[in-house]
C-alpha cells in the first residue's frame, strides 16, 4: 500500500463556475463537517492513481476536500494478478455478466483475504484514532473487518451496478456482503443499485461528478489542441519536436510520452468529422461494437468521410484491470477483418498514462476535437466520459443503461440507445448528428448546461460532507 500525494485547489474558480448562492453552501457544509471531524483524517481507498473512473474521482475529491479544510488522504491497494483476476470478476458479476466465467469459491476468498489483509496492516500504521475510512469497490471491502474491529469506522462507496437481479448478480453480492455489512455507511451511484439486505439507514446515493478546473476538462487553445493531436498521431503535418501546453498559472506541461495508434493510413483532415469513444479497454464499454456499428452504418454515410478514434489507455498502465489487453487484441482483430476502406477511416488509440496530466491534456484534445463522442456501454455504473464530453459541448449518443440514463435527457441533451446491442440503430443516431451539425450544436449547448447544473463538484461534495458525518458519529471518544 502507498499514499498518493495531492495537493488543495483553489476554490475561486470554482466558484466563478457555480455561482455566489452555491459557493456559500458549500462553504458552510464545509464548516460542519470541519468541526464534526475536529482534527481526524477522511482517507480514501481504492486500488490505483492512474486509469478509470474512480481514479479521476478521487483526484478531484481529495483536493476539493483539503481546500474546503478538511483532512483528506488518499491510499492505494496493491495486489498480485490473481487478486486483480478475482476482483475483475466481482466487476463483472457486479454488472450481471460472466467476465471470464472464473470460480468465486473458497479458494479466490482465501486468495482476496490473504492480499488484503497485508495491506490492512500497511494502512493500520497509517491511520491515527479517531480517522474515518472511505473503501472504494469491491477490491477494498474486504479491509472493513479489520478496520471496523480497531474501531475505525468504514463507508463502502461502489461505483458499479446494474438495476436488475440475477443470480449472476447475486453470486457477487455474496462474496462480498459479510464485508460490506461491517460498514457504517454504504453508498451508491443509484437507488437501483443497493441490494435489499443493505440497511435503509446505512444507504446513500450519491452521484458521481466531473472536475471543471482538471486538465482534461479545460478547454485548449486551437493550436496547442492541435499539436497534442498532432503529437498524439490523430492530425497530420510534421510532430513538433516538443509539445508544451499551457496551464492556467501560466506555465506549461511538456509531453514526454507517445501514444500508441492503430493506423493504416494518414491522419484524417482537419475538416474531416471524427467520431470518439474513450474509455477503458473493457469487455462491457462494447469498443469492439463501437467500431462495428461505425464500419457498417456510419462510414459509408456523411459523404464517406466520417472517422473513427477508439481511445483508451495502454494495457500495462493499469494495474487493478487484467483484460486490457485481451480486449485491445479482440478490437485489433475486429479492425484487421474490415475491408481496405473501412480500416483506412478507424484508428486504435491507446494513450500513456505514466502521468496523469499529460494523460488528461490528450484526452481533453481528443474530446475537443469530436463531432460525437459515443459511450456505447453494455452496463455503465455512471461514465464519466459521457459528463467530460457534455461539458465540452459535444454531442453525445450513450447506450440507456445504468448512470448514463441519469445524466442525458434523451433529445435533450444528447441521444440515448435503448438497446446497446442495436448496431444499426446506434449508427443512425452517430450519423444523424452529423449530417444535421445544428442539431449537434444544440445537443451541445443543453449538454453542457446540463453538467453545470447537475454534475460538479460541489453537488458531490455536500453528499460527501452527509456521509462523513454519519461516520463521525461512529467514532469511539475517549
Not at 470460480?103 to 486468495?111: A, K, M, N, Q
Not at 462507496?157 to 453480492?173: N, T
Not at 485548449?220 to 508544451?244: F, K, T
Not at 464500419?295 to 498502465?317: I, K
Amino acid at each position: 500500500m502507498y499514499e498518493v500525494t495531492v495537493d488543495p485547489v483553489d476554490l475561486g474558480e470554482l466558484n466563478k463556475l457555480i455561482g455566489p448562492d452555491r459557493s456559500e453552501t458549500l462553504a458552510a457544509a464545509a464548516g460542519r463537517v470541519r468541526a464534526n471531524l475536529d482534527d481526524r483524517t477522511v482517507w480514501n481507498v481504492n486500488t490505483t492513481s492512474n486509469g478509470g473512473g474512480v481514479a479521476e474521482m478521487l483526484a478531484m475529491l481529495v483536493p476539493y476536500a483539503r481546500a474546503l479544510g478538511a483532512r483528506a488522504r488518499w491510499a492505494i491497494v496493491e495486489g498480485d494478478s490473481e487478486f486483480f483476476r478475482i476482483t475483475k470478476r466481482l466487476h463483472h458479476r457486479l454488472h450481471g455478466s460472466p467476465g471470464d466465467g472464473g470460480e468465486l469459491g473458497e479458494g479466490e476468498r482465501r486468495h482476496y483475504d490473504r492480499v488484503l489483509a497485508a495491506n490492512a496492516a500497511n494502512l493500520l500504521e497509517l491511520l491515527t484514532p479517531g480517522d474515518v475510512v472511505i473503501l472504494h469497490d469491491p477490491q477494498t471491502a474486504g479491509l472493513a473487518p479489520v478496520l471496523t474491529a480497531r474501531g475505525y469506522p468504514c463507508a463502502w462507496r461502489c461505483h458499479i451496478g446494474a438495476d436488475v437481479r440475477s443470480s449472476l448478480i447475486d453470486e457477487g453480492w455474496s462474496f462480498l456482503r459479510a464485508d460490506i455489512e461491517t460498514c457504517q455507511v454504504a453508498v451508491f451511484s443509484r437507488r437501483a443499485y443497493i441490494p435489499p439486505w443493505v440497511a435503509p439507514d446505512r444507504a446513500r446515493v450519491t452521484m458521481p461528478c466531473i472536475d471543471p478546473l482538471a486538465a482534461k476538462n479545460r478547454p485548449l487553445p486551437d493550436a496547442a489542441a492541435h499539436d497534442v493531436l498532432r503529437w498524439i498521431g490523430l492530425a497530420g503535418g510534421s510532430v513538433p519536436g516538443a509539445v508544451e501546453v499551457p496551464r492556467p498559472d501560466g506555465s506549461h506541461l511538456t509531453l514526454q510520452h507517445h501514444a500508441e495508434v492503430l493506423a493504416d493510413a494518414p491522419p484524417p483532415p482537419p475538416d474531416a468529422p471524427m467520431v470518439v469513444q474513450v474509455s477503458r479497454w473493457d469487455p462491457l464499454k462494447d469498443m469492439v461494437g463501437v467500431l462495428e456499428g461505425f464500419a457498417r452504418h456510419v462510414g459509408t454515410r456523411v459523404g464517406g468521410d466520417a472517422h473513427l478514434a477508439l481511445v483508451g489507455p495502454q494495457t500495462d498502465g493499469v494495474s487493478d484491470d487484467p483484460e486490457g489487453g485481451e480486449v485491445w487484441r479482440r478490437c485489433r482483430v475486429a479492425w484487421e477483418g474490415l475491408a481496405p476502406a473501412a480500416r483506412s477511416r478507424i484508428r486504435l488509440v491507446a494513450l500513456p498514462t505514466a502521468d496523469r496530466e499529460e494523460n488528461a491534456v490528450m484526452v481533453a484534445a481528443i474530446q475537443q476535437r469530436a463531432a460525437v463522442v459515443c459511450q456505447k456501454s453494455l452496463v455503465e455504473g455512471f461514465g464519466l466520459t459521457v459528463a467530460e464530453a457534455m461539458w465540452k459541448r459535444r454531442p453525445v449518443v450513450a447506450s440507456a443503461v445504468g448512470g448514463i440514463a441519469d445524466q442525458i435527457v434523451d433529445g435533450r441533451d444528447g441521444l440515448l440507445v435503448h438497446d446497446p446491442r442495436d448496431l444499426q440503430t446506434f449508427g443512425d443516431a452517430v450519423a444523424g448528428l452529423l449530417e444535421q451539425p445544428e442539431l449537434a450544436s444544440r445537443l451541445g449547448e443543453a449538454a453542457r448546461e446540463r453538467v453545470r447544473t447537475t454534475f460538479l463538484p460541489d453537488r458531490n461534495l455536500l453528499q460527501w460532507g452527509e456521509a462523513v458525518t454519519a461516520l463521525g458519529r461512529h467514532v469511539a471518544r475517549p
